[in-house]
């Protein structure tokens, strides 16, 4: 309908007594438009959170956790006018599209704060009240030396506490010399150089280490040969916790802070030791898997590259004895069968023993066949001896980041494998399949406690999926119109700048997405989606069987505010390579997961969680006992019978730290288990028969929801979205 000019004045004039009290009133329920000047010129970031957070359980507290707006938030601006108006200058300006990484995750309201400044982690063996020393001997010329020696000692950047403690462990026990002897080397500095010189075996670099070529013959030599062999000590003892290198410089996926020792307490702890090479020794991980990695490098120091073990096998054809192809050869060669065979290129008698072989060793079924399950079991571990070595020591190092205790029962995240396990009393009581973050959205590794088991949770959308996903979507679905234009405030016809219709629309198409501003509902038609940042809004969508997160969230709160949770595309766990989140973990039978969780926790039965689920009602257990859950990346482990298993480098980290331990680059040739990944059929994700879903347990069931509740299908368009990718 077309509205003269006359008309329209006519009609401001009725209105211009009670719009204002409207807008006034709307004001604190609308969130204020942004000035296109101030988004170019004035960049802002947001108050920072004034009040205490919800309390846990509560339906706040779920949304908050993935919301970027705190509690309390809303007060900066309740007494300021200017700031609730339309022209306020407070939004936050476009930004490049933000990547949904770990960088730029939102912390968990209560994930522990990193305790940089936190008191310093003692040796075992360390004397709380050191005694004091006796006097040196009257007339011993080599005491001075020593402490004047440690006073004036050097090194590197990353040595100068290693210096300090020497200087101060010298200077409190007067210059006594605890490696040297009139004889020369102690008995206790015999045994420590031995150990240090044998550094190479614990995956460690052997010729890092200044040792003293001997105990010198003078006092001076005397005194030089002490403080250099407690330097070395003290870097070796650093280097044997991990602080080679700092994981998280090399990546901020590697959450881990290495727990080096004190330095000046390694000295105290290893002069009051009865053998000074098993204190060394003590220092390495004390984790069984760490010992089986160090076995099979001490295996591979001792063997040649005869060029077998590089040989990569593509995809191909299944193969029986009988058959002749050329990829036959290459098999053959692989596995060193009867290279002297007249015609390579066929599958005989001696080619079928060394499969039935390999098949038997690596637990595959013994059947001859050669087809994709061996062909990526043979290219587990591809690559020359010297790569194997790295891979080997990369995942040792690794180790030395976890914490000594693991906890008698904890969850187990192997990011590389894409498996969960529960372990209570070193036993896996729960094992299943998970899917990880994308390369471009990596799944951290750190470790935390789980605090909550949560049934119907609410999913609030990451920062990341608001910028670069549901903006663009609303941006497209509202009309242009202009900027200041009356009517498109009050979201009329004038130009609909405000949205119009459609945005709610969207929103829907996205899984019945609602959007909140400080905590208070918004109508997604009545924003002006091409003004504001998408960001500084809350999108909820609520628990149901469109819910990105499924039945129930796992939550164990850090910093990157990663949790494990159900999914309703159990097909993606069909996949070999399983990496299509943006961080989080979906986890294949969640429900049985919950089970095991919760009835080590206080005992809840199978039953009290179905009725749980079967309420709809969005549900949080807070657990009663604080549950260790360890994200790793270990591409390199032992498995049940001690072999050692390859699993993809998904992040491509493995080349990263080998560089950093080695101050060099460093290549691998190829990912160790590639060959999986391409030989593995992509994952139907769009349409799937209701007769195939599974139920919370992996069974197929018949309805489209396991739990009996009506599907709320939508209809796929340009717009269509699936809020599963999270």
């Not at 031995?194 to 105990?215: T, V």
């Not at 190092?397 to 372990?423: A, C, K, Y």
């Not at 989606?529 to 990105?548: C, E, K, L, T």
Request: aromatic fraction near 6%; glycine fraction near 8%; include cysteine.
């Amino acid at each position: 309908m077309k509205v003269s000019f006359t008309s329209r004045l006519a009609l401001i004039a009725c209105l211009s007594a009670v719009v204002p009290q409207a807008m006034a009133q709307d004001a604190d329920n609308r969130p204020p438009l942004a000035d296109l000047d101030a988004l170019a010129t004035e960049p802002q970031t947001e108050a920072a959170p004034e009040n205490a957070a919800p309390a846990p359980g509560s339906l706040d507290d779920i949304k908050a956790e993935v919301s970027p707006h705190a509690p309390g938030a809303a007060a900066t601006h309740e007494g300021n006018p200017s700031v609730r108006n339309a022209a306020a200058k407070h939004e936050t300006p476009p930004a490049a599209p933000i990547e949904s990484t770990v960088e730029n995750a939102i912390p968990d309201p209560l994930a522990p704060k990193d305790d940089e400044d936190g008191p310093a982690l003692l040796a075992p063996g360390a004397p709380a009240h050191p005694a004091v020393a006796a006097e040196a001997p009257a007339g011993d010329p080599v005491a001075p030396l020593v402490v004047e020696r440690a006073a004036n000692a050097g090194g590197k950047a990353d040595a100068r506490d290693d210096v300090s403690a020497v200087k101060t462990f010298y200077t409190a026990t007067k210059g006594k010399p605890i490696w040297t002897s009139a004889e020369g080397f102690t008995p206790a500095a015999t045994k420590a150089i031995r150990e240090i010189r044998a550094a190479d075996s614990y995956g460690l670099e052997a010729s890092a280490f200044e040792l003293p070529a001997s105990a010198g013959e003078t006092p001076e030599a005397r005194a030089e040969a002490e403080v250099k062999l407690s330097l070395a000590i003290l870097k070796y003892a650093r280097h044997a916790r991990g602080g080679r290198i700092d994981p998280p410089s090399i990546s901020p996926a590697m959450d881990r802070k290495p727990h080096v020792y004190e330095p000046k307490s390694v000295l105290e702890a290893i002069a009051a030791a009865d053998e000074a090479d098993a204190y060394l020794r003590g220092l390495h991980p004390k984790s069984e898997q760490f010992k089986r990695l160090r076995q099979a490098l001490i295996a591979l120091n001792k063997t040649t590259d005869s060029g077998t073990s590089s040989i990569r096998i593509p995809a191909g054809k299944t193969f029986k004895p009988g058959d002749d192809d050329a990829q036959i050869a290459l098999i053959r060669k692989r596995l060193n069968a009867d290279l002297d065979a007249p015609r390579d290129t066929i599958y005989d008698e001696a080619l079928l023993v060394a499969v039935n072989r390999f098949q038997k060793e690596r637990g595959l079924n013994v059947n001859g066949i050669i087809d994709k399950k061996l062909r990526a079991a043979l290219n587990e571990g591809v690559g020359s001896v010297e790569e194997k070595k790295m891979r080997l020591i990369v995942n040792m190092e690794r180790w030395r980041w976890m914490p000594d205790d693991l906890g008698e029962f904890h969850v187990w995240n192997s990011i590389p494998e894409q498996i969960t396990r529960v372990f209570d009393r070193g036993r896996v009581a729960f094992q299943e399949r998970i899917v990880v973050g994308k390369p471009t959205s990596q799944t951290p590794s750190f470790s935390a406690k789980m605090l909550f088991v949560i049934f119907n949770p609410e999913w609030g959308v990451p920062d990341g999926i608001k910028a670069n996903e549901i903006a663009p979507k609303l941006r497209r679905a509202a009309p242009s119109g202009p900027a200041d234009d009356f009517f498109s405030f009050l979201g009329g016809p004038s130009g609909g700048g405000g949205g119009g219709g459609g945005a709610s629309s969207v929103l829907q198409r996205m899984g019945g997405l609602r959007v909140t501003y400080n905590g208070r509902d918004v109508d997604p038609d009545s924003v002006d989606w091409s003004r504001v940042d998408a960001r500084r809004y809350s999108f909820i969508q609520p628990a149901g069987p469109r819910n990105a997160l499924g039945v129930v969230k796992f939550r164990f709160p850090n910093k990157h505010d990663v949790y494990m949770h159900d999914t309703p595309e159990k097909s993606l766990f069909g996949s070999a390579t399983r990496a299509f989140s943006h961080g989080c973990m979906r986890t294949q039978n969640p429900v049985r997961f919950a089970e095991v969780i919760l009835a080590y926790d206080n005992g809840t039965t199978p039953e009290q969680i179905r009725r749980q689920i079967e309420s709809g009602q969005t549900t949080e257990n807070k657990l009663t006992k604080a549950i260790p859950v360890h994200m790793v990346y270990f591409t390199a482990a032992p498995d049940e019978k001690g072999e050692i298993r390859y699993f993809s480098d998904l992040y491509g980290l493995d080349a990263r730290v080998a560089s950093a331990l080695k101050g060099e680059t460093f290549r691998f040739a190829g990912d160790p288990v590639v060959a999986v990944a391409r030989e593995s059929a992509p994952p139907q994700r769009e349409a799937q028969d209701s007769t195939q879903r599974l139920d919370q347990y992996g069974r197929p069931v018949r309805c489209a929801d396991p739990y009996g509740r009506e599907p709320q299908r939508a209809t796929r368009g340009r717009d269509a979205w699936s809020p599963f990718d999270w």
